[in-house]
């Protein structure tokens, strides 16, 4: 299994910016896949996840109304488009699939919202 994480950056609060996950390796349009961060000193929290059609998703409420988690099943891609950015959104985000008993990250991707 195989995930990788782009499109992290430097953005201004108000800013957008939106992540990608390239995933390989497992039958990818059958299982849910998953957005978490983690910023220094805190523990890796969940932002988003979306079923395996795309048509259910689900956010923590500090993202809610400001992030949208997407998939392109036949790229095999997972997007996370982020608007009206927040300092405390700075983190670095990881791209997850459970599949095979298994959990799978990738490397991640660091955001950084600062003026």
């Known amino acids: 299994v195989q995930l990788v994480e782009s499109g992290g950056g430097l953005v201004q609060p108000g800013g957008s910016l939106r992540l990608s996950c390239a995933a390989s390796?497992?039958?990818?349009?059958?299982?849910?896949l998953s957005w978490y961060r983690q910023a220094p000193g805190k523990e890796r929290e969940l932002v988003a996840t979306?079923?395996?059609?795309?048509?259910?998703?689900v956010y923590a409420n500090s993202v809610k109304g400001r992030f949208t988690i997407s998939r392109d099943n036949a790229k095999g891609t997972v997007y996370l488009q982020m608007n009206r950015l927040k300092p405390e959104d700075t983190s670095v985000y990881y791209c997850?699939?459970?599949?095979?008993?298994?959990?799978?990250w990738g490397q991640g991707t660091q955001v950084t919202v600062s003026s």
């Open positions: 997850n699939v459970d599949w095979a008993l298994r959990r799978y």
């Open positions: 390796g497992f039958p990818f349009s059958r299982y849910p």
């Open positions: 979306i079923s395996s059609a795309g048509g259910s998703t």
